[in-house]
């Protein structure tokens, strides 16, 4: 009976490399990143590397 609690648990484990949820992951990430990029330079109205100090 315990076991049975469990395995739903363990079939949704998390799989390490390059698998369709790392991808989805990396893609929601990136979009994101996007967004806090086009909103910082658009409220400053500098390149984010200039804010960064790099430029």
Same mark, same amino acid.
């Given at each position: 009976? #315990?076991?049975?609690?469990?395995? %739903?648990?363990?079939?949704?484990?998390?799989?390490?490399? #390059?698998?369709?949820?790392? $991808?989805?992951?990396?893609?929601?990430?990136?979009?994101?990143?996007?967004? *806090?990029? #086009? !909103? #910082? $330079?658009?409220? !400053?109205?500098? %390149? *984010?590397?200039?804010?960064?100090?790099?430029?």
């Amino acid at each position: 009976m #315990f076991i049975s609690f469990l395995l %739903p648990i363990l079939s949704n484990r998390w799989i390490w490399g #390059f698998s369709k949820g790392a $991808e989805t992951w990396n893609g929601r990430l990136a979009m994101l990143s996007f967004l *806090v990029i #086009f !909103y #910082f $330079e658009f409220v !400053y109205s500098l %390149p *984010v590397l200039n804010l960064l100090g790099f430029l």
